[in-house]
């Protein structure tokens, strides 16, 4: 350590998005590039080629510890766990979907029927959920 900066730290196991709702997807990459998705990506507007119940994913990010990822090869398909975003859950950006308020009916609609006007892969089949907290 340098500049007199003091770590502590703890003997337990630290968890990671206690007490949030939780999915596990199932999801293939149907092209022709790896995608790598970034922890707080929201999962239902991830890369288009990507197939899975993106309706199950709505409101999601991956459950996994802040700044890594995961990464999808062509051809591959692979089981992941999702968890509910926090906050104010208002999203603005990434792939466009969405940009506004995740608990908002019409917001949700919208984003929905942009998934199929704009070619995102999806399965809508039904998902392993958990409810674990109210956040979702």
């Known amino acids: 350590m340098s500049g007199g900066a003091h770590y502590l730290y703890g003997d337990d196991p630290v968890e990671i998005n206690?007490?949030?709702a939780k999915v596990s997807l199932t999801v293939a990459n149907t092209g022709d590039r790896a995608v790598q998705i970034g922890?707080?990506?929201h999962f239902f507007e991830a890369n288009r080629a990507l197939r899975f119940d993106r309706e199950a994913?709505?409101?999601?990010?991956?459950d996994i510890?802040?700044?890594?990822?995961?990464?999808?090869?062509p051809g591959d398909t692979r089981e992941v766990e999702l968890?509910?975003?926090?906050g104010t859950r208002r999203l603005v950006g990434f792939a466009g979907l969405v940009n506004g308020g995740l608990n908002a009916d019409d917001t949700r609609r919208a984003a929905l029927r942009r998934v199929t006007h704009r070619g995102f892969a999806t399965t809508g089949g039904s998902a392993d959920t958990e409810n674990e907290g109210a956040d979702h």
């Open 18 to 20: 206690s007490g949030r």
């Open 39 to 41: 922890s707080h990506y």
């Open 57 to 62: 994913a709505y409101g999601m990010h991956l």
């Open 65 to 73: 510890p802040s700044g890594t990822a995961v990464r999808f090869e």
């Open 83 to 86: 968890c509910a975003f926090g």
